[in-house]
Antibody
Framework: QVHLQESGPGLVKPSETLSLTCTVSGGSVSSYYWSWIRQSPGKGLEWIGYTYHGGNTNYNPSLESRVTVSVDTSMNQFSLKMTSVTPADTAVYYC??????????WGQGTLVTVSS | SYVLTQPPSVSVAPGQTARVTCGGNNIGSRSVHWYQQKPGQAPVLVVYDDTNRPSGIPERFSASNSGNTATLTISGVEAGDEADYHCQVWDSSSDQAVFGGGTKLTVL
């Protein structure tokens, strides 16, 4: 089973860009599907998007205009960039691995707060 | 997009059977996956493709899916089963993963 670890700033100012990285061990980012999922405080889970097959992507239509998921095969990492953030983007962000349909390994999650 | 509806909470005494439902239009035609999320932790997959358990998940966890309701059943509930449970499907019409709102299981 793969191990995933999120990293990135815990505080982002409104209107700026949120950037997170997920480091993968025990598996190659050239295989499987690599997702970002978030959970706002006290709320349910929201799928953001995924990258697969070394660079293809698919996004949640509600976030697609602001989100980019990319992969760095040399570092065995994948990343999330979300532009023009607002306080509504405050959440715990998880990276996850799986198939195109489900998520069978998750990182521990990282809290990102959007505030000035 | 497709909507999954879960009850906010379910309570059960230790040793009893807990049932967590997940409602959706003709959900029986879709593959449903269930995740357990303990406080302060990441979700863990406990059932996939309606009825299958990943390795390491106790047999006490089972599930079914028919019509407009999928159900996660936990038999012989233990204190350690207290957690939020989330159902999830892939919505091919909008090409995205969809989660239910989550159900908090309380062990009395």
């Amino acid at each position: 089973q793969v191990h995933l670890q999120e990293s990135g700033p815990g505080l982002v100012k409104p209107s700026e860009t949120l950037s997170l990285t997920c480091t993968v061990s025990g598996g190659s980012v050239s295989s499987y599907y690599w997702s970002w999922i978030r959970q706002s405080p006290g709320k349910g889970l929201e799928w953001i998007g995924y990258t697969y097959h070394g660079g293809n992507t698919n996004y949640n239509p509600s976030l697609e205009s602001r989100v980019t998921v990319s992969v760095d095969t040399s570092m065995n990492q994948f990343s999330l960039k979300m532009t023009s953030v607002t306080p509504a983007d405050t959440a715990v962000y998880y990276c996850a691995a799986g198939t195109s349909l489900l998520f069978d390994s998750w990182g521990q999650g990282t809290l990102v707060t959007v505030s000035s | 997009s497709y909507v999954l509806t879960q009850p906010p909470s379910v309570s059960v005494a230790p040793g009893q059977t807990a049932r967590v439902t997940c409602g959706g239009n003709n959900i029986g035609s879709r593959s449903v996956h269930w995740y357990q999320q303990k406080p302060g932790q990441a979700p863990v997959l406990v059932v996939y493709d309606d009825t299958n358990r990943p390795s390491g998940i106790p047999e006490r966890f089972s599930a079914s899916n028919s019509g407009n309701t999928a159900t996660l059943t936990i038999s012989g509930v233990e204190a350690g089963d207290e957690a939020d449970y989330h159902c999830q499907v892939w919505d091919s019409s909008s090409d995205q993963a969809v989660f239910g709102g989550g159900t908090k299981l309380t062990v009395l």
